[in-house]
């Protein structure tokens, strides 16, 4: 049974978003479109899991909509801080920096979702990933510390992805 069922939903949490997604963006929920979207749900992870052989086995969903309600508070603090940034700091007061945040996770998707959430906040921008897979180098729009946000990426962000991807 649990083979059958691997086989059949090689990516269940992918399935589940694609048939939300696609429920969402037909703007009227009805049997038929639902429908329809979990059949997408369920072909289009079948028909690309040859492309993702090396998936993370261990995933905590629980941990990750905690960690997501984390990030949408972050994205709306740090969207009142760079508005005050914008509006009271002067030009000559900026202090932008590159920091580069060493890296713990080894999963390529949770490296992803780490940069993309750094991304996502206002004043941070992930501007590459070394070759390697060892650091992420950022951009922060302001900052007086550095190594604070370095260690602020790091607690905040990193260590509840490595308890999301075991």
Known sequence: ???AFNWLLPHPILTLLLAVVWTLLQNSVSAGMVVFG???GI???LMTAAWWPDRPQGFRLG???NYSLIVMWDILVANIEVAKIVL????ADLKPAWI???LDLKEPEAITILAGTITLTPGTVSADLSDK???LLVHVLHTDD???EVATIKSRYEARLKEIFV
């Open 88 to 91: 009271f700091v002067p030009v």
């Open 63 to 65: 941990k990750m909509i």
């Open 146 to 148: 550095p190594d604070a």
């Open 43 to 45: 072909i289009i992870p």
């Open 1 to 3: 049974m649990t083979k």
């Open 38 to 40: 979990v059949i997408l």
């Open 100 to 102: 580069i945040i060493p």
């Open 133 to 135: 897979g060892h650091s």
